[in-house]
């Protein structure tokens, strides 16, 4: 064939080692092994009954034709909504522009604000799609990792110390895949300060927001900063929708607009049907609650269930749908640590560095189990720390 363009060649899916004990441990469950997987960042459980009746009598209806470029007006009105919630700032449908799931919220975000050879700073531990989201829109980025020690929270001065010339825009992510960190008000503060003083926008993934434990704080709501914050929102994770794909940007109106454009040559519009179920979804909050609640009763049976583990430290793991375990006290190559527990224990976890150095030494344990699943697995865990070396 003839050659591709450097643009589609340059995005490498995730490479990481780390998915390898995530591959592992999926063959060897294909192959009818009795392996639990705490690997995978997909629910256990079906889209909630309501949606999928919405979806069937929109299918059945005449909601067959092409959707307006920015989502449908009933479809953006709930979506403004949710993002009055989210954000805490009241938001117009005119805010806010529906798009095929979180990650291409997050594609055309980084589309949206930068240029081929512009510079954009990615707080780490995250998401494995992010260097590649940025590879695609021809921009450099500098990974600022956030300590451990410090319980995966974002830091100024190691942000600014990254700081560059050309530098548009700071990508973060809370509740955040894969630490479970929930940054707290005064370091998205000290991030919008930065954002602000350097005239930068603020990308924010919120897409785990419902699943924070606590109130959600966006940085959006914070001085100055709606005018520079683009927030990525998706029903995937707080509506049981992963398969679906339905997400939304939210940001200034004539920011939007232009977003609109973005989507007249990528989307044209989205699945009409989809989008009436998904605003039926979102105007009465079907499963949000429910899943909220299946989450921190899961992350607390885990917790408790590891609590006082030798050489094992909980870190982060405040929200969202993961927990991270420090084990670098007993193995510091996490990856090793991983591959033995698939062998020894019949459990797939991630190892930390895939998500970035930060995360190194650590294991991500998925919450998509139900919770004696959960206790088993940790169980198993106190019996191979307890015999490991
Ligand atoms: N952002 C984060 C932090 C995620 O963890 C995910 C999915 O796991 C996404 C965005 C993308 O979500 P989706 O495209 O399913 O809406």
Not at 161 to 174: F, H, V
Not at 224 to 252: F, Y
Request: net charge negative; charged share 20%; aromatic share 8%.
């Amino acid at each position: 064939m003839p050659r591709p363009s450097s643009r589609i060649s340059g995005i490498v899916p995730s490479g990481k080692d780390g998915w390898e004990v995530h591959s592992a441990a999926w063959a060897r469950k294909e192959a009818g092994e009795d392996i639990i997987m705490l690997s995978v960042g997909d629910h256990d459980f079906d889209t909630p009954s309501e949606t999928i009746e919405a979806c069937v009598t929109a299918v059945r209806g005449s909601h067959h034709h092409y959707t307006p470029l920015p989502g449908l007006p009933r479809l953006r009105k709930a979506m403004a909504a949710a993002s009055s919630a989210c954000t805490g700032v009241e938001t117009t449908p005119n805010q806010v522009i529906a798009t095929p799931g979180g990650q291409a919220a997050l594609y055309a975000s980084v589309q949206a604000v930068l240029d081929q050879g512009d510079h954009a700073i990615v707080v780490a531990p995250y998401y494995a799609t992010y260097p590649n989201t940025f590879s695609a829109a021809g921009a450099s980025f500098t990974v600022v990792e956030t300590p451990a020690e410090d319980g995966f929270q974002p830091r100024a001065d190691m942000i600014r110390a990254a700081l560059r010339p050309n530098t548009r825009a700071i990508l973060i992510n809370t509740p955040n895949n894969p630490t479970g960190a929930v940054y707290s008000p005064e370091r998205l503060e000290q991030l919008a300060e930065i954002c602000r003083e350097h005239d930068l926008w603020l990308l924010s993934d919120e897409v785990y927001w419902t699943l924070g434990g606590g109130e959600h704080v966006s940085p959006r709501s914070l001085p100055g900063m709606a005018e520079r914050t683009l927030v990525i929102n998706s029903m995937s994770k707080s509506h049981g929708m992963t398969g679906w794909r339905m997400g939304w940007l939210t940001g200034p109106e004539e920011m939007i607009t232009l977003l609109t454009n973005l989507n007249l040559v990528t989307t044209y519009g989205l699945p009409a049907f989809i989008s009436i179920a998904c605003a039926e979804a979102l105007e009465n909050r079907y499963g949000v609650k429910e899943i909220a609640e299946r989450y921190a009763a899961r992350r607390t049976v885990f917790l408790d269930a590891v609590s006082g583990m030798n050489d094992v430290t909980v870190r982060g793991s405040e929200g969202g749908m993961y927990v991270m375990l420090d084990i670098s006290d007993i193995e510091p190559d996490d990856e090793k640590f991983a591959f033995a527990f698939l062998d020894r224990e019949n459990v797939g976890v991630m190892p930390g560095s895939s998500f970035g150095e930060a995360a190194a030494g650590h294991i991500r344990i998925s919450l998509c189990q139900p919770e004696p699943v959960l206790q088993e697995a940790a169980l198993r865990l106190r019996r191979f720390v307890s015999s490991y070396r």
